[in-house]
């Protein structure tokens, strides 16, 4: 089993290899000390097994998930329990939370050496709360680099497929997501979505238009026209307070 050590922090990096040598049937093909790095190395070796750290420089341990196309299982390894129902939404092996014990890294490698055996019955830690990862930005592949979008900068959002149109004033870039994914992601004080197709940063429009009986239109200050729906229109008079 090839595994991948990504974590900031060079002590918990080195605890985690000082438990591996336990494991003989693992090996560690590479350490990682952000996200940037990590995605290359996934793409080289191809890991069996990966040992992640959620709160890094660049990049979190969500979106290089995002970022990356693997099969690994994922042991997160982080300092926080907040982020524990987001970890096994992304179907996590375990969650070990630091400083994690010897015995609790034992269980947490023993689930994944028998991970065709998993059923997702792993206990979340106590004290745990209905918290998220709060969004304030969108990370996306741009040919072979890695684009952090804030959001502030974003336009709108329009459905393309398979796939979400995110339109800056830097251009547009993609990203293997639903429009649903996305509607219940981005804050929603800042953004609308006012079409099936569409998601409008509220921040741009700067004006909305009757076109004919129940037809609106949403004009940003780029210029730009979007449709909006019926359903779309009530939505915008909510949080717009018109």
Do not use: W
């Not at 991948?4 to 040598?21: F, G, M, N, T, V």
């Not at 019955?121 to 709360?129: A, D």
């Not at 037809?215 to 729906?229: M, W």
């Not at 009530?234 to 949080?239: E, G, I, M, N």
Request: aromatic share 10%.
């Amino acid at each position: 089993m090839k595994c991948i050590i990504i974590d900031d922090e060079p002590l918990a990096r080195s605890i985690i290899k000082e438990y591996l040598q336990a494991y003989p049937n693992i090996e560690i093909v590479a350490e990682c000390s952000d996200g940037f790095e990590a995605a290359k190395s996934i793409q080289q070796y191809q890991p069996n097994l990966l040992f992640l750290d959620i709160q890094m420089p660049k990049i979190n341990g969500f979106e290089l998930l995002e970022l990356v196309e693997t099969k690994a299982s994922v042991i997160f390894t982080t300092a926080f329990d907040e982020y524990a129902l987001k970890a096994f939404e992304q179907n996590a092996i375990d969650y070990l939370l630091k400083p994690f014990s010897k015995e609790r890294f034992h269980k947490a490698i023993e689930k994944a050496l028998h991970n065709s055996d998993y059923n997702n019955t792993t206990s979340l830690p106590e004290n745990l709360f209905n918290t998220t990862l709060s969004a304030n930005r969108i990370v996306v592949k741009d040919g072979s680099k890695i684009k952090i979008i804030p959001l502030s900068q974003i336009h709108f959002l329009e459905a393309a497929d398979d796939y979400v149109k995110i339109i800056t004033s830097e251009g547009t870039f993609l990203k293997k997501k639903t429009m649903q994914y996305f509607e219940q992601m981005l804050p929603q004080q800042q953004f609308a979505r006012i079409h099936r197709s569409y998601i409008v940063n509220l921040q741009f429009i700067t004006k909305i238009e009757l076109l004919e009986k129940e037809n609106y239109a949403a004009i940003l200050n780029t210029g730009q026209q979007l449709p909006v729906s019926k359903t779309g229109y009530s939505r915008l008079k909510t949080v717009l307070g018109i």
